[in-house]
């Protein structure tokens, strides 16, 4: 049985930090590409990052490039998510998943696998 359990989310000022993780259970984690989705009251669940399973390739939404990093330690079965430089608009729920495979995608339909999400609260 899969399991991911996020944690790490909070609140923080703007301009802060919070990193994020995602402990993964069942299943080999390498075989598989992560990633980290999140949801403002309202709206729509939005892509943020991924990373494929080997952790040599990864891709960000525009709205958090050069912002948001995230990482993984396969050996840990963890994903993780930096978060620098936050802005209100970041306030979301944020949610990590599994892919059906071993890359990385944008498409919420291609992840097999939830956590139940952590709330990241941003103040201005």
């Known amino acids: 049985q899969v399991q991911l359990i996020e944690s790490g989310g909070g609140l923080v000022q703007a301009g802060g930090s919070l990193r994020l993780s995602c402990a993964a259970s069942?299943?080999?984690?390498?075989?598989?590409?992560m990633g980290w989705f999140r949801q403002a009251p309202g709206k729509e669940r939005e892509f943020v990052a991924a990373?494929?399973?080997?952790?040599?390739?990864?891709y960000s939404a525009k709205s958090v490039k050069g912002r948001f990093t995230i990482s993984r330690d396969n050996p840990k079965t963890t994903v993780y998510m930096q978060m620098n430089s936050l802005k209100p608009e970041d306030t979301a729920v944020y949610y990590c998943?599994?892919?059906?495979?071993?890359?990385?995608?944008?498409?919420?339909?291609?992840?097999?696998?939830w956590g139940q999400g952590t709330q990241v609260t941003v103040s201005s």
């Open positions: 990373i494929n399973g080997n952790g040599d390739s990864s």
């Open positions: 069942g299943g080999r984690f390498s075989n598989y590409g």
């Open positions: 998943a599994r892919s059906t495979n071993m890359g990385w995608s944008t498409d919420t339909w291609r992840y097999g696998y």
